[in-house]
């Protein structure tokens, strides 16, 4: 912000002098700055007024919320009505232990964004091409499915921080996309950081950036994410990254695998669960599914309930 037009010239002069930001005149306290300034009390008022008055953002009227916001379907019907879709200009979190069929949604979202595009960006190990050819072949038959699907291998952290931050906009500027995947968004994160400060910062940073992308160019978010132990004295699984991330994402799913096995085509198959643990707009619940030997995912009928809270 340009201090100078919005300032008294005589205020503006003394805060040039002392070369304070416009963050810092709203975060200082009155004492702070006054020992700064040299200003008295109501001119240090009227400058945090005026500062404040146009640093401040519109509010939003919630009436202009669009009742219905955009979805990406995932394919799986129990999934989709108990989620509603991939939530469009947000980021979703899948989270759970390996083998629990995290990248397995991930990837079918992907291609059924095959008309409207997709980003896959791969940290932990190459683009799964044979499992998306056995999904595509089995949702979308003959149609050219690999045409608008952009793939990419990361494992370092400032590699994903560089793709999100300048790689992404210039791809995003010349092509449409519905839907981005990180898979994952921890593996970078997780063995090259002792400075947890630092790695805050980073993941905020790129958080930040993710949200502002999907609100500008129209565009769902999942991250997929790996898992830690919980110190609760429990055998329970928590999602990794801390606190910071957390709250960034505004759909949190996890994952697992149950006891239960039953037989599809002939075939005992393990039955997995899908458990919505945050969202904005409804309750927590459960769905419980399997993954066919074709890659794709079935819903169980007798125990998804969609009407459920």
Known sequence: MDLKSILP?????????????????????????????????????????????????????????????????????????????????????????????????????????????SVFICTEDLFPVTRYNQICEHYLKNKTYGENVFIELLTHPQELISCVKVRLPKLLDNNKISLLVIDSIAAPFRCEYTNYIQRAEELKDIGFSLISLAQKYNFAVICINQVTSSFDESDNVVPSLGLVWSNMI??????????????????????????????????????KFIITENGNIVYRKDTCNPNSA
């Open 9 to 117: 010239s005589r205020l503006y002069e003394i805060i040039d002098r002392v070369e304070l930001t416009s963050k810092q005149i709203i975060l200082l306290s009155i004492w702070d700055l006054k020992k700064l300034t040299n200003l008295n009390k109501d001119d240090i008022l009227i400058l945090k007024h005026i500062v404040s008055q146009n640093c401040s953002q519109t509010p939003v009227n919630g009436n202009d919320i669009p009742e219905e916001a955009p979805r990406i379907p995932t394919g799986c019907k129990c999934i989709d009505s108990l989620l509603n879709g991939v939530f469009v200009g947000g980021l979703t979190e899948i989270f759970g232990e390996s083998g629990t069929g995290k990248t397995q949604i991930a990837i079918q979202a992907a291609a059924l964004s095959y008309a409207t595009g």
């Open 250 to 287: 505004s759909y949190r799913i996890k994952i697992s695998k149950t006891n239960e096995m039953i037989k599809y085509n002939s075939r005992e198959t393990n039955v997995r669960s899908f458990t919505l643990v945050t969202s904005p707009e409804t309750l927590s619940d459960t769905a």
